[in-house]
């Protein structure tokens, strides 16, 4: 909603402020056909060179993300330390259920209940493996955190591609729109002979293509990028829940303790609260009894 609201007032400030100083609108309508075919098309190809099928696919699905905000919101935090203080609880009582859960997580009990993170493939198998690496002995927490950072980080940089590209469309955009002007420069110019009112028509129209290069870039597709990255960033602080609670768990610390200690890490506007958490806990703990 927001994002719409953006997009909303960023033609309304910049062609109202235009109709209001006495702009007039008819040759930009008359050049902008042209003007964004040239504009947007050579954009679109380039951003088809730049970029393997797989990102662009990434790309496209990521727009989205500017409307939607965030994938996970407080109510997913709060399911996520259940499903890990279930898990770490259970690892110590019966390594053999838990071994059950983690090697088939879709027909899971323990994570059939909280079925969005069920469908998250990064999320359950970040939890999956490295619980099953705990149950094979591989369980140094330094190591661990180290093998967690640089798959997270390698996750990250993937998940941030899509932003990267559209940045890159933006940053190309306003030469692109110079482009276009040129050519109408170049069009003005084979029209010198006709009368000033003629050639003032086709410089304007030239100089539409640098306004819309410019005029693209920094009002849509330069912060739909940056929105993209803040989007991903915020979805990231979920899977860092998911590391702060297992890692806590390798130095042998009690469930209550790590899931704890995975709460205060989770980001302010998406961290439940104590009690509501502990209530939570205590009606898992009521359920298994």
């Given amino acids: 909603m927001i994002g719409i609201i953006g997009i909303v007032v960023v033609f309304v400030m910049v062609f109202g402020g235009y109709l209001a100083a006495g702009g007039k609108f008819g040759i930009i309508l008359h050049a902008l056909p042209f003007e964004l075919t040239m504009i947007l098309g050579a954009a679109t190809g380039a951003?088809?060179?730049?970029n393997s099928g797989a990102g662009i696919k990434q790309t496209m699905k990521h727009i989205g993300k500017v409307f939607k905000g965030?994938?996970?919101k407080p109510a997913d935090y709060r399911d996520l330390l259940c499903l890990l203080f279930e898990l770490i609880r259970l690892a110590p009582q019966n390594p053999v259920a838990l071994e059950e859960h983690i090697e088939d997580p879709e027909s899971s009990e323990i994570f059939g209940r909280y079925p969005r993170i069920q469908?998250?493939?990064?999320?359950?198998?970040?939890?999956?493996?490295?619980l099953r690496s705990m149950t094979l002995s591989y369980d140094d927490p330094l190591q661990v955190e180290e093998v967690l950072d640089k798959r997270m980080e390698a996750s990250l940089n993937h998940a941030l591609h899509p932003?990267?590209?559209m940045q890159t469309v933006a940053d190309g955009l306003p030469a692109l729109g110079i482009v276009a002007a040129v050519l109408g420069v170049i069009k003005t110019m084979a029209a010198i002979?006709?009368?000033?009112?003629?050639?003032?028509g086709l410089i304007g129209?030239?100089?539409?293509?640098?306004?819309?290069?410019?005029?693209?870039?920094?009002?849509?597709?330069?912060?739909?990028?940056?929105k993209m990255k803040a989007v991903v960033e915020d979805d990231s602080h979920f899977y860092q829940l998911i590391r702060e609670v297992l890692i806590a768990n390798l130095h042998n610390h009690p469930a209550n303790m790590c899931i704890e200690v995975g709460r205060q890490n989770a980001p302010h506007h998406v961290r439940p609260t104590y009690i509501d958490l502990e209530e939570a806990m205590r009606s898992l703990k009521r359920e298994a009894a």
């Fill in 119 to 130: 469908q998250d493939h990064e999320a359950v198998e970040l939890i999956c493996d490295t």
């Fill in 205 to 226: 129209g030239a100089l539409v293509g640098t306004f819309l290069g410019v005029f693209l870039a920094y009002g849509f597709v330069g912060p739909f990028s940056v």
């Fill in 47 to 50: 951003f088809l060179i730049a």
């Fill in 70 to 72: 965030a994938t996970w």
């Fill in 193 to 200: 002979d006709q009368p000033p009112e003629v050639l003032g």
């Fill in 163 to 165: 932003s990267h590209a």
